[in-house]
């Protein structure tokens, strides 16, 4: 079962920043939190991940709370390409063979993006 | 940067008939994960293998196989097809060796397989 709770949708206008929630109540401190998102049947495209630290990169900022138990995701400009469902997974870090590595999918968050 | 490649990108199948669905990791990646997405679901562990050998296992039918060649490419075998199989596969594929922060999977384009 996923570890992680999202809203079931959210829109956001054009141009400005989407902040999309993340509940990880559970997590364990060597598992890290993940962002895919997918763009209608195509293949999930990462974004981002963190353990503890905030993180930005050029697609997106992750913002984690002190004690790890939830998460934002923020798309700092929206446009309507972003519309997407987007999946917050956590994963244990490190390598052990791939046993933990697989990616368990909750519903995710379908973002519209309205012009 | 080069992507994981899969194929091929559609496939129809009659019931009870077999599929192979292929996929070619990034290279230098050396683990490879296979997924189902049904219609309006949401993608689904089948399974993973790294340096050839199987790794993990999850909600994969006796009719379905898989294997990882020693150029890293994996094949998903699809046999006594039927119509719930209906979905789209994706592969994806990551370096097995940790990094900073384990090992990111990057997913391929998916197959869509059609049953009828």
């Known amino acids: 079962d996923a570890k992680t709770t999202q809203p079931t949708s959210m829109d956001c206008a054009e141009g400005r920043a989407a902040n999309l929630p993340c509940n990880h109540s559970?997590?364990?401190?060597?598992?890290?939190v993940y962002w895919y998102r997918q763009i209608h049947s195509q293949g999930p495209q990462y974004i981002i991940h963190?353990?503890?630290n905030n993180e930005t990169n050029e697609m997106a900022s992750l913002i984690i709370t002190e004690d790890r138990k939830s998460s934002t995701l923020i798309l700092p400009h929206a446009t309507l390409r972003d519309t997407a469902v987007y999946y917050c997974i956590v994963r244990v870090a490190g390598y052990d063979g791939g046993a933990t590595n697989k990616l368990i999918f909750g519903t995710g968050t379908l973002l519209a993006v309205q012009p | 940067a080069a992507g994981v490649i899969q194929s091929p990108r559609h496939l129809i199948k009659e019931k009870r008939e077999t599929a192979t669905l292929k996929c070619y990791p990034i290279p230098r990646h050396d683990t490879v994960y296979w997924y189902q997405q049904g219609p309006g679901q949401d993608p689904q562990f089948l399974i993973s293998f790294y340096e050839k050998m199987q790794s993990d296992k999850g909600s994969i039918p006796d009719r379905f196989s898989a294997q990882q060649f020693s150029d890293y490419h994996s094949e998903l075998n699809m046999s006594s097809l039927e119509l719930g199989d209906s979905a789209l596969y994706f592969c994806?594929?990551?370096?097995?060796?940790?990094?900073?922060?384990?090992?990111?999977?990057?997913f391929g384009p998916g197959t869509r397989l059609l049953v009828l």
């Open positions: 963190g353990l503890k």
């Open positions: 994806a594929s990551s370096r097995g060796t940790s990094g900073r922060a384990g090992e990111t999977q990057y």
């Open positions: 559970t997590i364990s401190g060597n598992e890290y």
